[in-house]
């Protein structure tokens, strides 16, 4: 079984940055897609950002211009550069790797982010 590490969330205040880490626990492969979830307490999980085998991203509109998907090919780890953080980004974020060909989808344990006012 296949476990997703996440690292870098904390807290920070509204402005401040973060990197978020994900790497798979072992090499996997033919990845579709790496990606970034958050959920925030009372709310439903939402796409933050994604990653395309193609090499094209994905961001939803609230955090265009904020945040940054970037992957590692040689450590198959996925990063999420978060800058000029908003209150409204605080959340448990998810790291996501999925393969339509291989047919497999893992998730992270999630890592909190918390940023103050």
């Known amino acids: 079984q296949v476990q997703l590490v996440e690292s870098g969330g904390g807290s920070v205040q509204a402005g401040g940055s973060l990197r978020l880490s994900c790497a798979p626990s072992r090499s996997i492969y033919s990845i579709d897609i790496m990606g970034w979830y958050r959920q925030a307490p009372g709310k439903q999980r939402e796409l933050v950002a994604l990653y395309m085998s193609s090499r094209t991203t994905n961001y939803a509109d609230s955090v265009k211009g904020r945040f940054t998907i970037s992957r590692d090919n040689a450590k198959n780890t996925v990063y999420l550069q978060m800058n000029s953080l908003k209150p409204e980004d605080a959340a448990v974020y998810y790291c996501?790797?999925?393969?339509?060909?291989?047919?497999?989808?893992?998730w992270g344990q999630g890592t909190q982010v918390t940023v103050s006012s």
């Open positions: 996501n790797v999925k393969s339509a060909r291989l047919q497999y989808d893992y």
